[in-house]
């Protein structure tokens, strides 16, 4: 028995039992998936964060909030997620002004609006960044034990099939142990990336959710400057 070569990694897939074939398609399915949106997530944080940049830069330049309201509208498909915060605080704030007076206590009714609106369209913008994190997440904290299932169960495999040798020498057992070991690493495989990546966009994401309560409660007293004018 040439040993080396039974213990080529295609060989030992190869050769393993179904279910340990099962759980190795299965992880390894999961693996693309995490991947999927690994790249998915890395390139919507990055547009998240730039939108978010600019769209600051633009509002405290000084710019008309009627204009900015207005190319938000315009732009309502492309815009970024601070934008749709200001737009909807914006917009609920206009349809209340436009219906009240200015007194004190009706000033703060239609900020309050404002910040309802802006509220509701914040935890919208805030599922959207964290799809697919959940999937990271339990990627990260089962596929080690998948793997792990599979291993244990092709090593009884492999035990299995030396009930009838009389005696077993490592050139019987390795491949059989080794072809079960597989479906661990397989499952680390999966499992790190994920990991890492889970934490690093669980960070960034907290980072734009505390630039957008910010931003709210920094427009929230523009708005209330504006209504008790």
Request: zero cysteines.
């Amino acid at each position: 028995m040439n040993v080396t070569q039974d213990l080529d990694i295609i060989t030992l897939i190869l050769h393993a039992s179904i279910v340990v074939k099962v759980v190795m398609l299965l992880l390894l399915l999961v693996s693309f998936m995490s991947w999927m949106f690994i790249f998915q997530k890395w390139f919507s944080i990055r547009r998240a964060d730039r939108q978010t940049d600019d769209f600051e830069k633009e509002f405290w330049s000084g710019k008309d909030m009627s204009s900015l309201y207005q190319g938000a509208v315009n732009n309502r498909h492309s815009i970024g997620s601070m934008e749709r915060i200001f737009e909807a605080g914006f917009r609920e704030f206009s349809k209340l002004r436009s219906q009240k007076g200015t007194h004190q206590t009706e000033a703060s009714d239609m900020v309050d609006g404002a910040r309802r609106a802006m509220r509701a369209t914040f935890q919208r913008e805030m599922d959207f960044l964290e799809r697919h994190l959940s999937f990271l997440a339990s990627t990260g904290s089962v596929s080690p034990y998948v793997g792990l299932f599979g291993t244990v169960w092709g090593i009884m495999h492999a035990f299995r099939s030396l009930a009838n040798v009389q005696q077993a020498t490592l050139a019987q057992v390795a491949p059989g142990i080794a072809e079960a070991l597989v479906a661990t690493a397989i499952g680390l495989f999966a499992a790190i990336p994920a990991v890492v990546a889970y934490n690093r966009y669980s960070h960034d994401i907290d980072r734009l959710a505390n630039r957008f309560e910010s931003f709210m409660e920094e427009f929230s007293n523009i708005l209330h400057r504006q209504a008790v004018r």
